[in-house]
């Protein structure tokens, strides 16, 4: 390094040596009385609204620049429970809009866009029986809000997957519409804006923070199907998918999260659990690709084994096509085996349980009542997948205690049969006490038992691993919290119970 003494010299006489060339120069050529001020952009008979456009799109880019590398791991709180007696889906929570409003939505897997309820809307529920109130939310009630156009480029891009609607005889102000049908029927149609969402970022410093970042989500104004039953009815749906107006990638787009994400999702009746834009790290962590090119998370099933013996299924009816294939979404709460399959892998589970275990069918379901645990009267199931990896599927991740009387517990197998498709689906069911991690800037999916109570490591940008854990967010005296309780009386439980049990005609 060189002595500070010299340092000071040298640069003196570069200043004086600067000077000297400007006056030289001043001197040859005298500088015009104005400069001339070329615009890169016309702005005759451009609308405020797309100027301002191009400006956020300017400085998205200038913040990507100037972050350089991802900030850190935003971390959502995690309530609901995969019990479909109880709560029969998981939820977080999102802050949107100046002044921030929270919402409660759905996290689904399955799907890619954030929707919230808007004002008016049409067969939206009022109430929930999740005992949590119901928002809506208003884009003239945000001083951040603004509507995206059919001319906006990312409804154009959305528009090229199926994402966004808009019609040859829209004007180029027109709203940027979508109409999405999830798989149980349900569906939702609105138009999408812009606004600031609200989240904590865990840094490397050991630090959580707040932050946000402007984002696009759907403005929900009708809604139909099971989406307007106030059972279990919450504001909205959290797409987790892959694609451009997905909040993962435009937070990884903005350069404030990395593009992975991971939940670990607590399979006991008061639920819970972790979900994060970052990748949980565990030692017992395996991985498989994903099929590339899908609009959902599909991964290579190849074959299934009960009891350590793999199943006669023909392997060629998971391979992934427009018909066939298995799919990972949170946003299913029980299981779907391919048709093909159904018959074998319950035939497969009746044989192998224990002697004492009391078989029976009811209402087409292969259903079976034990005093013993599920652990040591039922087999382990066994998933296995491209790149040599297994799943391991304990009873609990496969059957549905329905009912118990005394010391009588009545099961029931919980995967339910895909009538007439060869789509195999694994929801929350099988998802719960693993931690899975999406993948998706190596288009591979991970997974391992855990459980989900305990903290997590997660990796941070500066490649230092920090906890995260259940307890991060507790609200317990917020008046919005989700109590759950038993969507069934207990005594048509017990009734139904003694009838199965004293009216079965089908018994081992």
């Known amino acids: 390094m060189r002595p500070p003494e010299v340092a000071v010299v040298a640069v003196a006489a570069l200043l004086l040596v600067a000077a000297a060339a400007a006056a030289a120069a001043e001197s040859a050529a005298p500088l015009p009385a104005a400069l001339r001020l070329e615009r890169a952009v016309p702005h005759k008979g451009v609308a405020l609204e797309e100027l301002r456009r191009r400006d ?6 200038l913040r990507r620049r100037l972050l350089g590398a991802v900030a850190g791991v935003v971390d959502f709180p995690v309530e609901g429970s995969a019990n479909p007696y109880m709560v029969g889906l998981y939820f977080t929570r999102v802050k949107l809009g100046n002044p921030a409003k929270e919402f409660f939505v759905q996290i689904d897997t399955g799907s890619d866009i954030l929707w919230v309820t808007c004002s008016p809307c049409t067969g ?5 029986g999740l005992n949590i109130q119901l928002e809506s939310f208003s884009p003239d009630s945000s001083s951040t809000s603004s509507r995206i156009t059919c001319s906006d480029d990312r409804c154009t891009a959305a528009l090229q997957t199926g994402e966004a609607i808009c019609q040859t005889s829209d004007s180029p102000s027109s709203p940027c519409g979508y109409t999405f049908t999830y798989g149980d029927g349900s569906g939702t149609s609105g138009y999408y804006v812009s606004d600031t969402m609200f989240f904590e970022t865990v840094m490397g410093n050991e630090q959580t923070t707040n932050s946000s970042a402007s984002i696009v989500f759907g403005c929900s104004n009708s809604q139909s199907g099971d989406l307007t039953k106030a059972d279990r009815a919450v504001d909205g749906i959290f797409g987790f998918g892959q694609h451009q107006l997905s909040v993962v990638s435009q937070l990884n787009s903005l350069g404030v999260s990395p593009k992975v994400f991971s939940h670990c999702l607590k399979g006991s009746d008061n639920g819970g659990g972790i979900l994060v834009l970052g990748e949980i ?3 017992g962590l395996v991985y498989s690709p994903l099929v590339p090119s899908q609009p959902h998370y599909n991964l290579n099933l190849e074959s299934i084994a009960v009891n350590g013996q793999k199943l006669s299924i023909d392997s060629s009816l998971f391979t992934t096509s427009n018909t066939q294939g298995t799919i990972v979404d949170s946003g299913t709460t029980l299981a779907y ?12 589970i009746a044989a192998a349980v224990s002697p004492s275990v009391r078989s029976l069918v009811s209402k087409g379901s292969q259903c079976f009542i034990t005093s013993s645990s599920v652990d040591s009267s039922f087999p382990t199931v066994t998933l296995y997948f491209m790149g040599g990896v297994a799943m391991s599927v304990k009873p609990e991740n496969y059957l549905l205690q329905q009912a118990s009387v005394d010391n009588n517990v009545l099961w029931c197998i919980g995967w339910q049969r895909n009538q007439g498709q060869e789509i195999t689906i694994l929801g929350d069911l099988v998802l719960k006490d693993k931690i899975f991690v999406y993948d998706l800037a190596n288009m591979r999916m991970g997974w391992a038992d855990y459980d989900c109570s305990m903290s997590v490591n997660v990796t941070t940008s500066s490649g230092k691993n920090q906890y995260v854990n259940t307890g991060q967010f507790d609200v317990n005296g917020s008046a919005r919290r989700a109590s759950y309780e038993s969507l069934i009386p207990a005594g048509i439980v017990t009734m139904l119970v003694h009838m199965l049990i004293f009216s079965s005609s089908s018994r081992r």
């Open 56 to 61: 956020a799109a300017r400085h998205r880019v």
């Open 124 to 128: 939206c529920p009022t109430s929930s």
């Open 281 to 283: 790290v565990e030692p």
């Open 337 to 348: 085996l391919a048709d093909g399959a159904y018959d074998p892998f319950v035939s497969a």
